[in-house]
């Protein structure tokens, strides 16, 4: 640290992303991407795009907000695109929390929470989970605080009811409730609809995971206009142009490409469900999964020695140490291909049999 660093900040630990070696033939299933490349419509506007990179991005992205209003059945101002997902999320922070109204999520969930809490001086509570990694609804009643429910939730998998959701927003009609829906095409309910009900509900979504795009960084929140309103104006205050045109472009190439994406979904769900019964033949247990990756705890092995075991045969996974879940690897369901490798490094290590 240098001696000019704000002391704002001295004391903030910033996010560990997932590591991003260049090894070749290394079998990548430790952050969650999708195995299959963009749609060729994405790449090919992206392209387009390109040639007029010596001028500024739409700050308005009224053709992607177009697009996006019109896939998920909103009006164009009532969705924000943002520099991935995690944009919006630090954006939900920044306009939604303060001194006087805290945050609360989960303790085990998405791990940028606590970050950008801390980066914007907000206080935060972190609610635990039940030892089956669920949420108990009433736990997030009346807290008077900003509420951020990543559903499906990440490290675990574990989806809750869309019914459970609107439970918790009408318990806190003084707060916002974002749910971050970055994993929820892959199973999971989207609570989309629920914004013209619910004018506390900010819901987030990503083009990182089943649209195959995290290397573009593109996501995007949907509110009522009002809240979208407010995150403009923390958009126009930080960064008009927070979306890059090539990145734009591609989003509405993949936008027009539905059936690309649906199928790539069908296909990494079929490929969950292959892998998730491989595991538990060879003594692993899981949460039932509504993601793209797995969370899996081997009976006997530990997570820390699973971890190692599989990156030594040349498999990244993601292992935490946090104690609760120190046994488990999170492991993002890639290819058949891959998922075949992983499971026959997996019975190498176990010894082929529970
Ligand atoms: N929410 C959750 C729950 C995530 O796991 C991630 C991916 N790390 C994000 C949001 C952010 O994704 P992105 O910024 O790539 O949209």
Redesign the pocket.
């Known amino acids: 640290m240098s001696r000019f660093f704000s002391s704002d900040y001295a004391a903030l630990t910033p996010y560990t992303p997932g590591e991003q070696p260049r090894i070749q033939n290394l079998i990548k299933l430790n952050?969650?991407e999708s195995p299959f490349p963009p749609s060729p419509k994405a790449q090919a506007y992206a392209k387009e795009a390109a040639q007029n990179l010596q001028l500024y991005s739409d700050p308005t992205a009224k053709r992607l907000h177009e697009a996006l209003a019109a896939n998920l059945g909103v009006e164009p101002d009532e969705v924000l695109a943002t520099n991935?997902?995690?944009?919006i999320?630090n954006f939900a922070f920044m306009a939604f929390c303060d001194k006087n109204h805290g945050a609360a999520f989960a303790d085990l969930t998405?791990g940028?929470y606590p970050v950008f809490a801390q980066l914007n001086g907000i206080s935060y509570t972190e609610i635990p989970l039940k030892d089956d990694f669920t949420i108990r609804t009433e736990d997030y009643f009346d807290l008077h605080k900003t509420i951020f429910i990543?559903n499906p939730n990440?490290p675990t998998g574990v989806f809750l009811a869309k019914s459970e959701i609107e439970r918790i927003l009408r318990a806190n009609p003084d707060s916002v409730v974002v749910v971050?829906e970055?994993?929820v095409d892959f199973g999971g309910e989207s609570c989309v609809d629920l914004i013209h009900t619910y004018d506390n509900l900010l819901v987030?979504q990503?083009?990182?995971k089943s649209r195959s795009m995290?290397g573009a960084?593109l996501?995007f929140g949907v509110g009522c206009k009002a809240l979208i309103g407010d995150l403009n104006t923390i958009k126009y205050s930080t960064n008009p142009y927070n979306v890059n045109a090539m990145t734009m472009a591609a989003g509405v190439g993949a936008l027009e490409d539905e059936a690309y994406t649906r199928a790539n979904c069908r296909t990494i769900m079929e490929n969950r469900a292959w892998t998730m019964a491989q595991l538990k033949a060879l003594g692993f247990s899981m949460p039932d999964s509504m993601t793209n990756f797995i969370f899996a705890k081997h009976e006997t092995i530990d997570g820390d020695t699973v971890y190692r075991e599989l990156r030594a045969r040349g498999i990244l996974v993601r292992h935490f140490t946090l104690d609760k879940i120190k046994d488990h690897n999170r492991i993002t369901v890639g290819s058949r291909e891959q998922m075949q490798a992983l499971v026959d490094a997996l019975k190498e290590i176990t010894g082929g049999c529970q």
């Open positions: 952050t969650n991935g997902s995690d944009e999320l998405y940028f990543a990440a971050d970055a994993y987030t990503t083009f990182s995290a960084r996501g």
